[in-house]
Protein backbone atom coordinates (compact mmCIF):
# COMPACT_ATOMS: atom_id res chain seq x y z
CA UNK A 1 0.00 0.00 0.00
CA UNK A 2 1.06 3.38 -1.13
CA UNK A 3 1.92 6.00 1.78
CA UNK A 4 -1.41 7.95 0.17
CA UNK A 5 -3.43 5.05 0.20
CA UNK A 6 -2.03 4.55 4.34
CA UNK A 7 -2.93 8.45 5.20
CA UNK A 8 -5.88 7.79 3.28
CA UNK A 9 -6.70 4.57 5.39
CA UNK A 10 -5.76 6.48 8.44
CA UNK A 11 -8.23 9.58 8.04
CA UNK A 12 -11.14 7.11 7.40
CA UNK A 13 -10.50 5.03 10.68
CA UNK A 14 -10.45 8.73 12.56
CA UNK A 15 -13.29 10.08 10.26
CA UNK A 16 -15.53 6.79 10.59
CA UNK A 17 -14.92 6.60 14.29
CA UNK A 18 -16.02 10.52 14.79
CA UNK A 19 -18.94 9.91 12.85
CA UNK A 20 -20.48 7.34 15.15
CA UNK A 21 -20.44 9.84 17.61
CA UNK A 22 -20.95 13.43 15.64
CA UNK A 23 -23.03 11.66 12.83
CA UNK A 24 -21.26 12.22 9.00
CA UNK A 25 -22.68 15.84 9.06
CA UNK A 26 -21.31 16.86 12.67
CA UNK A 27 -17.81 15.20 11.19
CA UNK A 28 -16.62 18.91 10.13
CA UNK A 29 -13.17 19.07 8.38
CA UNK A 30 -11.47 21.34 11.14
CA UNK A 31 -12.35 18.92 14.02
CA UNK A 32 -10.81 15.89 11.50
CA UNK A 33 -7.59 18.13 10.76
CA UNK A 34 -7.26 18.71 14.32
CA UNK A 35 -7.61 14.49 15.77
CA UNK A 36 -5.66 13.15 12.45
CA UNK A 37 -2.87 15.87 13.08
CA UNK A 38 -3.35 17.18 9.81
CA UNK A 39 -4.22 20.29 7.94
CA UNK A 40 -7.14 21.16 6.34
CA UNK A 41 -6.14 21.45 3.17
CA UNK A 42 -3.78 18.02 3.37
CA UNK A 43 -7.55 16.69 4.42
CA UNK A 44 -9.04 18.52 1.22
CA UNK A 45 -5.95 17.30 -0.97
CA UNK A 46 -7.28 13.41 -0.08
CA UNK A 47 -10.93 14.33 -0.54
CA UNK A 48 -11.74 17.40 -2.32
CA UNK A 49 -15.22 17.94 -0.18
CA UNK A 50 -16.99 16.95 2.77
CA UNK A 51 -19.07 15.43 0.43
CA UNK A 52 -16.40 13.36 -0.63
CA UNK A 53 -15.57 12.08 2.61
CA UNK A 54 -18.83 11.39 3.73
CA UNK A 55 -19.11 8.96 0.91
CA UNK A 56 -15.81 7.82 1.38
CA UNK A 57 -16.76 6.65 4.65
CA UNK A 58 -19.82 5.03 3.86
CA UNK A 59 -18.07 3.34 0.95
CA UNK A 60 -15.03 2.20 3.63
CA UNK A 61 -17.66 1.00 5.85
CA UNK A 62 -19.73 -1.27 3.46
CA UNK A 63 -16.26 -2.65 2.60
CA UNK A 64 -15.65 -3.56 6.12
CA UNK A 65 -19.00 -5.15 6.33
CA UNK A 66 -18.70 -7.08 3.28
CA UNK A 67 -15.39 -8.43 4.12
CA UNK A 68 -15.85 -8.82 8.02
CA UNK A 69 -19.67 -10.06 8.20
CA UNK A 70 -20.94 -11.12 4.41
CA UNK A 71 -17.92 -13.09 2.78
CA UNK A 72 -17.69 -15.16 5.60
CA UNK A 73 -21.88 -15.79 6.12
CA UNK A 74 -21.28 -16.78 2.36
CA UNK A 75 -19.06 -19.56 3.31
CA UNK A 76 -21.65 -21.37 5.63
CA UNK A 77 -22.95 -24.23 3.52
CA UNK A 78 -26.80 -23.78 4.36
CA UNK A 79 -29.49 -20.90 3.97
CA UNK A 80 -30.51 -20.79 7.97
CA UNK A 81 -26.75 -21.19 8.93
CA UNK A 82 -25.95 -18.60 6.40
CA UNK A 83 -28.57 -16.03 8.08
CA UNK A 84 -27.53 -16.84 11.35
CA UNK A 85 -23.76 -16.24 10.60
CA UNK A 86 -25.09 -12.95 8.61
CA UNK A 87 -26.95 -11.66 11.84
CA UNK A 88 -24.12 -12.60 14.51
CA UNK A 89 -21.49 -11.12 12.29
CA UNK A 90 -23.45 -7.67 11.66
CA UNK A 91 -24.32 -7.25 15.44
CA UNK A 92 -21.34 -8.29 15.90
CA UNK A 93 -19.25 -5.89 14.29
CA UNK A 94 -21.72 -3.02 14.74
CA UNK A 95 -21.17 -3.59 18.53
CA UNK A 96 -17.76 -3.72 18.22
CA UNK A 97 -15.25 -0.83 20.00
CA UNK A 98 -14.18 0.68 16.53
CA UNK A 99 -18.23 1.57 15.94
CA UNK A 100 -19.14 3.90 19.11
CA UNK A 101 -22.18 4.76 17.83
CA UNK A 102 -23.10 0.80 16.71
CA UNK A 103 -23.33 -0.27 12.81
CA UNK A 104 -21.99 2.96 10.65
CA UNK A 105 -24.68 2.43 7.60
CA UNK A 106 -27.75 2.20 9.87
CA UNK A 107 -26.50 5.15 11.88
CA UNK A 108 -25.83 7.48 8.86
CA UNK A 109 -29.03 5.98 7.48
CA UNK A 110 -30.90 7.58 10.24
CA UNK A 111 -29.43 10.96 9.72
CA UNK A 112 -29.95 11.04 6.22
CA UNK A 113 -33.67 9.28 6.30
CA UNK A 114 -35.16 12.93 5.55
CA UNK A 115 -32.69 14.22 3.91
CA UNK A 116 -33.05 13.98 -0.10
CA UNK A 117 -29.54 13.84 -1.85
CA UNK A 118 -26.88 11.80 -3.30
CA UNK A 119 -25.89 10.15 0.54
CA UNK A 120 -29.84 9.56 0.62
CA UNK A 121 -30.26 7.65 -2.73
CA UNK A 122 -26.81 5.99 -1.88
CA UNK A 123 -27.82 4.28 1.54
CA UNK A 124 -31.26 3.95 0.45
CA UNK A 125 -30.04 1.79 -2.66
CA UNK A 126 -27.43 -0.11 -0.31
CA UNK A 127 -30.45 -1.15 1.99
CA UNK A 128 -32.28 -2.58 -1.31
CA UNK A 129 -28.90 -4.73 -1.48
CA UNK A 130 -28.53 -5.86 1.29
CA UNK A 131 -32.50 -6.84 1.94
CA UNK A 132 -32.00 -8.73 -1.54
CA UNK A 133 -28.79 -10.68 -0.04
CA UNK A 134 -30.98 -11.52 3.16
CA UNK A 135 -33.75 -12.35 0.79
CA UNK A 136 -32.02 -14.56 -1.36
CA UNK A 137 -30.20 -16.39 1.45
CA UNK A 138 -33.58 -16.98 2.87
CA UNK A 139 -34.75 -18.31 -0.69
CA UNK A 140 -31.82 -21.04 -0.41
CA UNK A 141 -33.52 -21.93 2.91
CA UNK A 142 -36.13 -22.92 1.26
CA UNK A 143 -34.85 -24.70 -1.77
CA UNK A 144 -32.86 -26.50 0.80
CA UNK A 145 -36.13 -27.66 2.70
CA UNK A 146 -35.29 -25.83 5.80
CA UNK A 147 -37.79 -23.19 5.79
CA UNK A 148 -41.82 -24.12 3.98
CA UNK A 149 -42.69 -23.44 0.83
CA UNK A 150 -44.30 -20.68 -0.38
CA UNK A 151 -42.34 -18.39 2.56
CA UNK A 152 -42.68 -14.63 1.36
CA UNK A 153 -38.41 -14.00 1.56
CA UNK A 154 -39.09 -10.00 1.16
CA UNK A 155 -41.40 -9.94 4.25
CA UNK A 156 -38.88 -12.42 6.49
CA UNK A 157 -35.60 -10.15 4.48
CA UNK A 158 -37.38 -7.44 6.05
CA UNK A 159 -38.36 -8.63 9.36
CA UNK A 160 -34.87 -9.82 9.80
CA UNK A 161 -33.21 -6.40 8.82
CA UNK A 162 -35.94 -4.94 11.25
CA UNK A 163 -34.51 -7.04 14.37
CA UNK A 164 -30.85 -5.96 13.27
CA UNK A 165 -32.00 -1.98 13.48
CA UNK A 166 -34.09 -2.43 16.59
CA UNK A 167 -30.79 -3.60 18.26
CA UNK A 168 -28.82 -0.82 17.07
CA UNK A 169 -31.69 1.59 18.68
CA UNK A 170 -32.22 -0.61 21.98
CA UNK A 171 -28.18 -0.48 22.45
CA UNK A 172 -27.06 2.93 21.32
CA UNK A 173 -29.70 5.18 21.78
CA UNK A 174 -31.73 3.66 24.74
CA UNK A 175 -28.59 2.01 26.47
CA UNK A 176 -30.28 -1.50 26.91
CA UNK A 177 -28.24 -4.01 28.12
CA UNK A 178 -30.50 -6.97 27.30
CA UNK A 179 -31.00 -5.60 23.44
CA UNK A 180 -28.49 -8.52 22.38
CA UNK A 181 -30.54 -10.74 23.77
CA UNK A 182 -33.43 -9.56 22.40
CA UNK A 183 -32.20 -9.38 19.61
CA UNK A 184 -31.15 -13.22 18.78
CA UNK A 185 -34.93 -14.18 20.95
CA UNK A 186 -36.36 -12.34 18.36
CA UNK A 187 -34.30 -14.31 15.30
CA UNK A 188 -35.04 -17.18 16.82
CA UNK A 189 -38.63 -16.27 16.59
CA UNK A 190 -38.80 -15.60 13.44
CA UNK A 191 -36.65 -18.61 11.95
CA UNK A 192 -38.88 -21.34 14.20
CA UNK A 193 -41.66 -19.26 12.74
CA UNK A 194 -40.76 -20.52 8.55
CA UNK A 195 -39.16 -23.42 9.56
CA UNK A 196 -40.62 -26.92 8.04
Known amino acids: ?8 AAILK ?14 SIGRLATVTGMSKSGL ?5 SKEALQRAVLDDAIAELTL ?7 QEARGEA ?6 RGWLEWGDSEEHLGG ?9 FANRPGELHDFLADYHELWLDRIRRMCQKAVSEGNFHEGLDTRQFA ?16 MK ?7 AYTALDRLIRSVKN
Open 158 to 173: SEFHSIGLGFNLARYL
Open 68 to 74: RVLDPAQ
Open 103 to 111: CPIVSASIE
Open 1 to 8: MSKGAQTR
Open 44 to 48: FGHFG
Open 176 to 182: DDNALQY
Open 82 to 87: RLRALF
Open 14 to 27: KATAMAGVHGLEGM
